[in-house]
């Protein structure tokens, strides 16, 4: 089956712009994470959507925000870009019971670098 | 905290040695996993150990549990070139609390 797949790969963006990230998961998966990893910060959590809710959120700026469609797939956007949002962006899908199994499946990411 | 923290941060050995890898917490966790992550790319899930159990395996990968120390290891038998990559312990809590990442051990296999 296919796997969890982040569009686009690679993003060269301005300060002050904004940007979406898109991620679609696993078939029959209907949680998907995101997740920023920064040389310094290491893997940092930002949000869960679960069936188009908001179930969990990470410590970041109100800059930061995402929603999920009626399909599971997800979208995170960044307004404001600021240099320090230079990161690899990941998104991950799971089936999302509380108390079963949790293994997430990452996708590949996606680089996005502020100039 | 949560947050599992591994040890040590950088590894290198040769080709056919074992790698071992640590990890510590410090509250109660639900489950705890190890993660592959090849350079830049996403992560590979890799095993699974919930709370209650002491060992586990998978092909050559064994997670083992030292309550005193609340930590897992992860052990990596006869490695190869191949296994060079970062790991991540993964911890989550009870409920539907997030996956909480560590820092990461870079392993590197010299051939």
């Known amino acids: 089956k296919a796997g969890v797949t982040q569009t686009p790969r690679y993003l060269i963006k301005t300060r002050g712009q904004q940007v979406t990230l898109s991620c679609s998961p696993i078939?029959?998966?209907?949680?998907v994470s995101w997740y920023q990893q920064t040389p310094g910060q290491g893997l940092q959590f930002l949000f869960e959507y679960f069936s188009e809710t908001q179930r969990n959120k990470g410590n970041f700026p109100g800059r930061f925000s995402g929603r999920q469609f009626s399909n599971s797939r997800s979208e995170m956007n960044v307004s404001t870009l600021e240099l320090g949002d230079s990161a690899l962006y990941l998104c991950a899908s799971s089936l999302g019971g509380s108390g079963a199994y949790r293994g997430y499946t990452f996708g590949s990411g996606t680089r996005l670098t502020v100039v | 905290s949560q947050q599992g923290e591994e040890d040590p941060q950088a590894l290198s050995i040769q080709e056919g040695e074992n790698a071992t890898m640590n990890c510590s917490y410090k509250t109660s966790i639900n489950n705890l996993q190890w993660y592959r992550q090849n350079s830049g790319r996403g992560l590979v899930h890799l095993i699974l150990i919930r709370s209650n159990e002491r060992e586990k395996h998978s092909g050559r990968l064994r997670v083992t549990l030292d309550t005193s120390k609340k930590s897992r290891s992860l052990l990596i038998t006869a490695s190869r070139a191949a296994d060079t990559a970062s790991y991540f312990c993964?911890?989550?809590?009870?409920?539907?609390?997030?996956?909480?990442f560590g820092k990461g051990t870079r392993l590197s296999v010299i051939a």
């Open positions: 078939s029959g998966h209907r949680s």
């Open positions: 993964a911890t989550d809590g009870s409920g539907n609390t997030p996956l909480v």
